[in-house]
C-alpha cells in the first residue's frame, strides 16, 4: 500500500477517500495554488523542442550567442506566463476527495475542491466504482519487471470522475477497503484486472517476431 491510506477519517464523523492530497478549506488554496504556479515553469521544458528550433534558426541567421539567450530566456517566460494560469485552475478546479457521511455507513457524499466542500448528495447518486487494474507482463527473456497501472472510475449518477492512485497503492486492498464501506449501501465496487505481454521490441527489418498478449486474464471480481 502507499505510506498513507486513501481512506482517512474526516471531519465531523465522515470518511474522506483521499484523490489528491490538500483542499477542502480556504487555507489550503495558497499551496495548491502555488503547487500549479511551479508546474507551470515545467512548460517550457516541455516545449523545448520549439524552443530550441527557434534558436537554432538565430543562430544560423547569424544572430550572436548572448542575443539568442536572450531570445530563448524570454520565450520560456512568455510559455510559462501564458500556462500558469490554466495550470492554477485546474488544479483548483480538481476534486480532492470525496467526503462519505456518517463514517462507518454513509448515507450521503460530496466532492471537496481545493476551497470548500461540494453541496451534499445521496449516496445513490454514487451509482459505481470501477478498478481497472493493467498489468504488463515480460516476455520470455525480458530484463525489465512487470509494469502495473491502476486506475479508478467514480460513476456519479452519469457524470465521470477519474482517478490514478499512487504507484504503491494495492488494487485488491483499495477494492477490499471500498467495498467494506459502500458495499452496504448499495454501491457496487467492480475490480478488472486485465493482463498483457509486453510486446517484443524489433531487431530490424528482416526480424518478424514479435510478442503476444492475453487480455483480461484477471477476470472481474467483486460486486457492490
Partial sequence: MADRAPLRPGPDSTTDLVLHEGGGSRARVVPIVLTGAAKSLLVPVALGAITGAVAVVALVTGTDAATVGQVVLGIAAVE???????????????????????????????????????????????CGIRLEHRVTEPYPGDQQPATEQ???????????????????????????????LLGPAGVRVELVTERTVRARPRRGPGWTGGGSASANSGGFSGGG
Fill in 80 to 126: 510559462a506566463a501564458l500556462a500558469a494560469p490554466l495550470i492554477v485552475w485546474m488544479e483548483l478546479a480538481t476534486v480532492r476527495r470525496l467526503r462519505f457521511a456518517p463514517a462507518q455507513a454513509p448515507t450521503r457524499f460530496r466532492t471537496v475542491r481545493a476551497a470548500r466542500p461540494g453541496r451534499w448528495q445521496p449516496i445513490t447518486q454514487l
Fill in 150 to 180: 491502476l486506475t479508478v472510475r467514480f460513476d456519479l449518477a452519469g457524470d465521470e470522475l477519474k482517478w490514478t492512485p499512487p504507484a504503491l497503492t494495492s488494487p485488491q486492498r483499495l477494492y477490499e477497503a471500498l467495498t467494506a
